[in-house]
């Protein structure tokens, strides 16, 4: 999963915690104590939803399928796709409403160094909306590739995702639900603090 379907499974939670699970892969090791409490609960929570994700039959079983010279990036394209899926699965008020939030949590405080120059720019291009349109997301990939050493193995999976889209939206529409099931935070249910 990627910012958009990060930011979906914790909306429940305070800015603080949303924050912390759309910087979360800009933070390095264990040691959390440079964060407040809610930051580094949600810096914990999108690393279970990373975990549960990768463990995930469905995440396996594409994987599998993948080209194998690309396997290794495969889970990297993956990430984008589901927050493709992601996008096309909320509603329009939904995604507005979402966007809007990470948005606003991300204007409002610094992002990590590895992530500090990519997100005024993942802000001002919109990327949250554009990644329902499926040539964008694959235009994501194709750059993420570029900051890669060696070939941009991300581009050559493109064409794979490409043809294989019918059946990542099926994989998709089975991931979705049990990630939400599992690790979902909607609006009500209180502060999450667990560690």
Known sequence: MNFLA????ARGGSDDFLYGNLIADGVKGVDLSA???EQASGIRHHRRVDAFVDGHPVVS???ERSPRRQR???GIALDLVWDHFTARTLTSDERHWLV?????VLATRPAPARLAAMMPVLVEQDWLNRYADFAFTCRAIEGI???LSG???LAELVPWLEEDYERLSRDFERLWPAVNDALGLAPGNGPLTRP
């Open 145 to 147: 590739g570029q900051r």
């Open 151 to 153: 070939p941009n193995r």
């Open 35 to 37: 964060w407040n409490a």
């Open 100 to 104: 809007h939030r990470c948005y606003r």
């Open 6 to 9: 990060h930011g979906w499974l």
């Open 61 to 63: 079983s594409v994987l």
């Open 72 to 74: 290794r990036y495969a």
